[in-house]
């Protein structure tokens, strides 16, 4: 380990990219923050390597960013190139242990937020040879880490069914949450965002935060829903849907989603694939319930009285969701719904304890 003020390991996190967006970049963010709170700061700041680094991120700040650029070569090329040249870049800048928020076989502990084989077993598609390599780096980053770290227990399962991974190597840690960001309104509030939304008082709002329509599942809402005679508005924010109607409104990107989730009366999914759904965990912070596919992993992460569930695929089921959903209105969704800790300082803390003991380490965190 480097020399430093105590015996912790020195740490560093491959991402796609340092900058807002979804999924495991976004998760990124938090473990900056997150670790710069814990110590991990000025000298001791972790190093960080992604395609891409957006500098107006206060985060980079918090980090020895090093860029692998990678957009001169092929597409097909790009994830071999960066998982080869990182295992250069994190000696250089010596890192003790990577955290791998994205497919490198050089990460002692790697972050599995979806699995490649389960996304199309899921999805129905069929493999390409451009599948074929990403899910030979995958298989290569979960036999060469120490500890694999598992969002959900959908990908404890897929980890263990799929590629063979032993449980005693997993860890299952639910992605964290921004309390501050994510919380309740007062009802006066409440009522100033609706109006902000254009949303009506006598409409039943269904929050539909997507950027993949499809595979979020909109077609399928869209055929449950269209000749119910629920009073229903399915509002998507995120991507434009291809058309509208009266009872399928978008209202734009939403770049704060939180207000969105607010003004809304639930949050509604579909996924073909969702392998924990953050979505679910912030919009109950928000004191707004959800209406989930029993397949969506952070279900189990949420109280009866946060949500409706209902079978993966079936319009029948989700409209009979639906029903119960009206019926439970205003259901009582709040932070104690969520059944983990969401703070990233927890997450950190054990995540560090993992770093620790992937170092050979026995100094306290």
């Keep these: 380990m480097r020399a430093g003020t105590d015996a912790r390991p020195s740490l560093g996190i491959s991402a796609n990219a340092l900058k807002q967006s979804g999924g495991l970049e976004r998760y990124a963010l938090d473990l900056v923050r997150g670790l710069n709170a814990a110590g991990y700061a000025g000298e001791r700041k972790p190093a960080f390597f992604a395609r891409k680094i957006d500098t107006s991120q206060p985060e980079s700040a918090m980090v020895a960013a090093h860029r692998i650029n990678v957009s001169l070569l092929p597409s097909k090329l790009r994830d071999s190139y960066f998982n080869w040249a990182l295992k250069r870049a994190r000696k250089k800048a010596q890192v003790d242990v990577l955290i791998g928020c994205n497919r490198v076989e050089s990460s002692e502990i790697a972050i599995c937020g979806g699995t490649h084989i389960g996304f199309l077993a899921a999805t129905g598609r069929h493999e390409r040879p451009s599948d074929t390599r990403q899910i030979k780096i995958e298989r290569l980053q979960y036999q060469q880490a120490t500890v694999i770290v598992a969002h959900s227990e959908m990908m404890r399962d897929e980890l263990r069914a799929l590629y063979a991974v ?200």
């Design 166 to 365: 032993p449980d005693s190597k997993i860890r299952v840690l639910y992605p964290p949450v921004d309390g501050a960001r994510f919380s309740p309104v007062s009802a006066e509030k409440r009522v100033e965002l609706r109006k902000q939304f254009g949303f009506a008082n006598n409409e039943i709002i269904l929050l539909f935060p997507s950027s993949s329509h499809e595979r979020k599942g909109l077609p399928l809402i869209e055929a449950a829903l269209r000749d119910s005679g629920l009073p229903v508005v399915i509002a998507v924010a995120g991507r434009p849907p291809v058309q509208t109607s009266e009872a399928l409104r978008y209202i734009g990107y939403a770049k704060n989603i939180e207000d969105a989730y607010r003004a809304a009366d639930f949050t509604i999914l579909a996924s073909s694939y969702e392998p924990f759904g953050l979505v679910g965990i912030e919009s109950v912070m928000c004191g707004t319930p959800v209406i989930f596919p029993t397949s969506i992993g952070c279900v189990s992460a949420i109280a009866d009285n946060a949500k409706f569930t209902f079978q993966p695929g079936n319009a029948d089921d989700l409209r009979r969701a639906v029903q119960r959903a009206l019926a439970a209105k205003p259901a009582n969704a709040s932070a104690e719904s969520i059944l983990y800790d969401t703070s990233i300082a927890a997450h950190v803390s054990a995540l560090l304890e993992l770093a620790v003991s992937a170092a050979g380490s026995t100094a306290p965190v």
